[in-house]
């Protein structure tokens, strides 16, 4: 059985910076499409980076470009988002998610084609 878990989630000033790290099991991050998301109070929830396993394409939403890097280690078999120059419209819970056919290729990062998903993570950036 599959299981993500995020860490790392705080309470962080406007303009710090956060790394968010998801430890998975039983699948080996670097076959399958991984992605991180959020959702923010009365909000759907977001995709806000996510790679393809084919040839490691990286996609992110518009607002967190520049700003926003999705890793991965294949070796801790965990990835990672760091966030940085972070909004109070940042202000969400974040989720980890793997679409657990091996190398289906994603071309963006639509939360309805990942199937399994962490638990979720608070960031609140506020002053």
């Known amino acids: 059985q599959v299981e993500l878990v995020e860490s790392g989630g705080d309470l962080v000033q406007p303009g710090g910076s956060l790394r968010l790290s998801c430890a998975a099991s039983?699948?080996?991050?670097?076959?399958?499409?991984i992605g991180w998301f959020r959702q923010a109070p009365g909000k759907e929830r977001e995709g806000v980076s996510c790679i393809s396993p084919d040839d490691g394409t990286s996609y992110y939403t518009d607002s967190v470009k520049g700003r926003f890097t999705i890793s991965r280690d294949n070796t801790k078999n965990t990835m990672y988002l760091q966030m940085n120059s972070l909004k109070h419209e940042d202000t969400a819970v974040y989720y980890c998610?793997?679409?657990?056919?091996?190398?289906?290729?994603?071309?963006?990062?639509?939360?309805?084609?990942?199937?399994?998903w962490g638990q979720g993570t608070q960031v609140t950036v506020s002053s």
């Open positions: 998610a793997l679409h657990s056919g091996a190398y289906y290729r994603i071309s963006g990062c639509n939360p309805d084609w990942f199937d399994v």
């Open positions: 039983a699948f080996t991050l670097d076959y399958y499409p």
